[in-house]
Nanobody, 124 residues
Framework: QVQLVESGGGLVQPGGSLRLSCAVSGFTSGWYAIGWFRQAPGKEREGIACIATTRGATYYADSVKDRFTIGRDDAKKTAYLQLDSIQPDDTALYYC?????????????????WGRGTQVTVSS
């Protein structure tokens, strides 16, 4: 079965940067789209970034656009999320998933496998 392991989270100051990684294993064929989601205590899970298989098209939620960058390494089956200009509201548990679909109501993931997440905590 497909498994994902996130890493790279930690404590960071406002304005700082982090690079999150998502190692994917267990694919039977091809490369899946990868989405990044996050959830803060008391809030709904939010889809923040998506990278598709077709030409590597990327999509971002308004809350992170121009600050976060999603990418992938097809050969290594690894995806990443670069977080720049981090803000206090970015504090959350960040997940990757082998599915993502941009919709009029935000990025969603109806299928695919999830990792356990990596914690990002923003504090001065």
């Amino acid at each position: 079965q497909v498994q994902l392991v996130e890493s790279g989270g930690g404590l960071v100051q406002p304005g700082g940067s982090l690079r999150l990684s998502c190692a994917v294993s267990g694919f039977t064929s091809g490369w899946y789209a990868i989405g990044w989601f996050r959830q803060a205590p008391g809030k709904e899970r939010e889809g923040i970034a998506c990278i598709a298989t077709t030409r590597g098209a990327t999509y971002y939620a308004d809350s992170v656009k121009d600050r976060f960058t999603i990418g992938r390494d097809d050969a290594k089956k690894t995806a990443y999320l670069q977080l720049d200009s981090i803000q206090p509201d970015d504090t959350a548990l960040y997940y990757c998933v082998t599915d993502c679909i941009p919709t009029t109501s935000g990025i969603k993931a109806d299928y695919g496998s999830w990792g356990r997440g990596t914690q990002v905590t923003v504090s001065s």
